[in-house]
C-alpha cells in the first residue's frame, strides 16, 4: 500500500480505498490479520489517529471486525469481486420536504426535533444570492439539456470523486428538481418493464407513495440492526426493483455490510434487475469518511440517487441521479417527451459554487456544527433518561434513532406537543406496524443548539408521565 500525498484525496480514504481493494480482489483472504495500526502507520509513514480511524471505517463498513486482545481481522462472507476497482463509477423524508410542520397552526414555542432538515440559519445565503445573480446575467433562457446543465454534471462528477472515491462519467448525470422528483423519475421510466420494487421496513413514507402511484406493488422488508435483511428477499423476481438507503438508513441510522450490499448486487444481477441507492445525507458521515456508496461495488446495477436538499437547503431543489450507462438512453427519452427538467439559473449558480470550493467547504463547516449539536444531543438524552434509553444510528447524518425498552406502554407520542417538544415516532415509517413503539427519531440538524437541552428535558418530563414503565426496571429517572 502507498499514500499518494500529492493527491486531494484524504490519506484515511485512501488507506480505505486500498484495503477494501486488497479485500474484494482476494488479495487479502478472510481471516487474514491486518498488522497493528502502530505498525502500519510506521511503515507508511502516516499519524497513528490515521491508521484507526481507516480501521474503524472499515469495520464500520463490515469489511474488517476487530477481536480484544488479538487484533483486527477480514471479516468473513466477502467474497472476490472480478470487477477493478479503479474502472468502477461510480432523503429521507420527503427526502427534500422532509420536517414540514404537520400543522400550520402549531404551537410556536414547540421544539422540534425535526429530522431531515440541514440547519438553515447558516445556510450561505448571500453568497448563493451572489451566484443565482451571476447566473441570471450569464442565462440565455432556454429550455437548457434535458439531462441538466453541462456545467453541473462536470462539477457533480468531479465532486463524487473528492467526497466519495467515485469516478462517474457526466454522461451519466442527470439533474433533478430534488431527490423526490428523481424517485418519481426513476419509478415513471422503469414502470413498463418493472412492477414490483422492494422497500426497507421501516422507511421514509414518500417513497412507497411515489412508486406505488406509478403501479408498482410495494414488497416490504424488514430492518434490523444491520439494516435490510436482504437475506430474506429469496428468489428476486425479474420485474422487481429494490431501494436501499446503505450510508444510512432511515431512519435507524445502521450502516448495510459490504456482505448484504453483495447479496443485494448479486440478487439484482440474476435477475437482470436493479437497485435504487438513496444517499440522501452521505456527506455528513461524523465518524470517519463517508461510507463509499453501493453504486461503487455495482455501477450497471444501480441508479445512484443524490440530493443538495440536505447539504445545502431544501428549498434550491436540486438533485441528481448516477444512472447505469445502458439506461441513460431511455431516461433522456422519457424526459424528453414528458417535457421535465429542472430551471437553468440554480443549475448554473450551482456549478460555480462547487467550482469556487464553497460546497466543499461548507460541508466542512457543517459537519463540526452537526458533531457538536450530537453531541450535545446525547450529553442531554443520557443526562435525563441515564441508560434506560438506547441510542443508534448516531454515526453520521442529523438525526438519530432512541429506544425506550423500559417502557411496557408506549405513550402517544403526538401527544408530546402538550409538553412543548415535537418528536417522530417510528412507527410512522413502518408498513408493518407494533415492533417499533417504543421508538422516536430525533433531528437536530435544524434545531438551535440553545434549544437542545430544554427539549430533552421535555421529553424526558412527558415520557415520565404519560408512559408506562415495566414493573421489573422500575420508574426512576436520573436527577435533572
Not at 497513528?48 to 477481536?67: D, F, H, M, S, T
Not at 466477502?78 to 420536517?99: K, T
Not at 450502516?255 to 437482470?272: D, K, S, T
Not at 413503539?437 to 427539549?455: A, C, H, K, S, W
Amino acid at each position: 500500500m502507498t499514500i499518494d500525498r500529492s493527491s486531494d484525496r484524504p490519506v484515511t480514504a485512501q488507506l480505505c480505498d486500498q484495503i477494501r481493494r486488497l479485500i474484494e480482489s482476494g488479495g487479502m483472504a478472510r481471516g487474514t490479520r491486518l498488522p497493528s495500526t502502530r505498525h502500519l502507520a510506521k511503515e507508511l509513514g502516516i499519524a497513528r489517529n490515521v491508521a484507526i480511524e481507516a480501521y474503524e471505517q472499515l469495520i464500520a463498513e463490515g469489511y474488517l471486525v476487530g477481536r480484544v486482545g488479538s487484533g483486527t481481522y477480514v471479516a468473513e462472507g466477502i467474497p472476490a469481486i472480478a470487477v477493478p476497482r479503479a474502472v468502477r463509477m461510480s432523503e429521507a423524508g420527503d427526502p427534500d420536504a422532509a420536517g414540514a410542520p404537520k400543522d400550520a397552526a402549531a404551537r410556536a414555542d414547540v421544539i422540534r426535533f425535526t429530522p431531515g432538515v440541514p440547519d438553515l440559519e447558516r445556510f450561505p445565503r448571500w453568497k448563493w444570492a451572489r451566484y443565482l445573480k451571476e447566473a441570471t446575467e450569464a442565462c440565455s433562457f432556454d429550455y437548457g439539456d434535458v439531462r441538466g446543465e453541462e456545467s453541473l454534471r462536470v462539477e457533480i462528477a468531479a465532486f463524487l470523486l473528492r467526497s466519495r472515491g467515485m469516478r462517474v462519467d457526466p454522461d451519466r448525470i442527470m439533474i433533478t428538481s430534488g431527490s423526490s422528483e428523481g424517485f418519481d423519475l426513476i419509478a415513471r421510466t422503469l414502470r413498463p418493464r418493472f412492477g414490483s420494487v422492494f422497500l426497507e421496513d421501516p422507511t421514509i413514507e414518500i417513497t412507497g407513495h411515489i412508486f406505488g402511484r406509478a403501479g408498482y406493488r410495494i414488497e416490504p422488508v424488514p430492518v434490523d440492526e444491520s439494516g435490510m435483511r436482504v437475506h430474506e428477499i429469496g428468489t428476486f423476481p425479474p420485474d422487481g426493483l429494490m431501494v436501499l438507503t446503505p450510508s444510512h438508513q432511515y431512519p435507524t441510522g445502521c450502516i448495510l455490510p459490504v456482505q448484504r450490499r453483495l447479496h443485494a448486487l448479486r440478487l439484482a444481477g440474476e435477475a437482470g434487475s436493479f437497485i435504487v441507492e438513496d444517499d440522501y445525507d452521505g456527506d455528513f458521515r461524523l465518524k470517519g469518511v463517508p461510507i463509499p456508496p453501493l453504486c461503487m461495488l455495482g455501477p450497471e446495477r444501480v441508479l445512484y440517487a443524490g440530493t443538495f436538499s440536505k447539504t445545502l437547503a431544501p428549498g434550491l431543489r436540486l438533485g441528481f441521479l448516477v444512472l447505469p450507462g445502458d439506461l441513460t438512453g431511455t431516461f433522456a427519452e422519457f424526459r424528453e417527451l414528458a417535457n421535465l427538467r429542472p430551471p437553468v439559473q440554480p443549475q448554473l449558480a450551482l456549478a460555480r459554487f462547487i467550482r469556487d470550493g464553497h460546497l466543499d467547504r461548507h460541508i466542512y463547516r457543517m459537519r463540526t456544527v452537526y458533531r457538536n449539536k450530537r453531541t450535545m444531543l446525547i450529553k442531554a438524552i443520557k443526562r435525563h433518561f441515564g441508560d434506560r434509553a438506547v441510542i443508534r444510528g448516531d454515526e453520521a447524518g442529523m438525526h438519530l434513532l432512541v429506544e425506550f425498552p423500559f417502557l411496557d406502554a408506549a405513550p402517544d407520542w403526538s401527544r408530546s406537543e402538550e409538553y412543548g417538544v415535537a418528536v417522530e415516532p417510528v412507527e410512522d415509517y413502518c408498513m408493518r406496524r407494533g415492533s417499533r413503539t417504543r421508538q422516536i427519531v430525533l433531528g437536530y440538524g435544524n434545531i438551535r443548539e440553545r434549544d437542545i437541552e430544554p427539549g430533552i428535558e421535555r421529553l424526558s418530563r412527558f415520557v415520565r408521565e404519560r408512559g408506562t414503565a415495566r414493573r421489573t426496571g422500575g420508574t426512576d429517572f436520573p436527577a435533572g
